[in-house]
Nanobody
Framework: EVQLVESGGGLVQPGGSLRLSCAAS????????MSWVRQAPGKGLEWVST????????KLADSVKGRFTISRDDANMTVYLQMSLLKPDDTDVYYC??????????WGQGTQVTVSA
């Protein structure tokens, strides 16, 4: 059974940093790209970042370039999102995402990030 468990969210002041983690299980983690997406209340999902399997280049949404970094630890089946210079607009629920070869999406339960003074 595929499971994705996010953690690391919280309340942070503008300009602050957080590191989100997503612990994965139930599939061959090292063979798959992993992504982070986010969603504000009443709004659609916004793609944030993707890290491929192997040594390929990561991708970041323009809105987070220069501030967020995605990384992965295949040995521990975990993907991270390091977030710096946080803005109030970054306030969202952040989800870890995995898509199977067949196109089925899996999501975690999400972790709330609130950026506020």
């Amino acid at each position: 059974e595929v499971q994705l468990v996010e953690s690391g969210g919280g309340l942070v002041q503008p300009g602050g940093s957080l590191r989100l983690s997503c612990a994965a299980s139930g599939f061959i983690f090292s063979a798959h790209a992993m992504s982070w997406v986010r969603q504000a209340p009443g709004k659609g999902l916004e793609w944030v970042s993707t890290i491929p399997s192997g040594d390929g280049s990561t991708k970041l949404a323009d809105s987070v370039k220069g501030r967020f970094t995605i990384s992965r630890d295949d040995a521990n089946m975990t993907v991270y999102l390091q977030m710096s210079l946080l803005k109030p607009d970054d306030t969202d629920v952040y989800y870890c995402n995995y898509v199977t070869i067949g196109g089925k999406n899996y999501w975690g339960q999400g972790t709330q990030v609130t950026v506020s003074a």
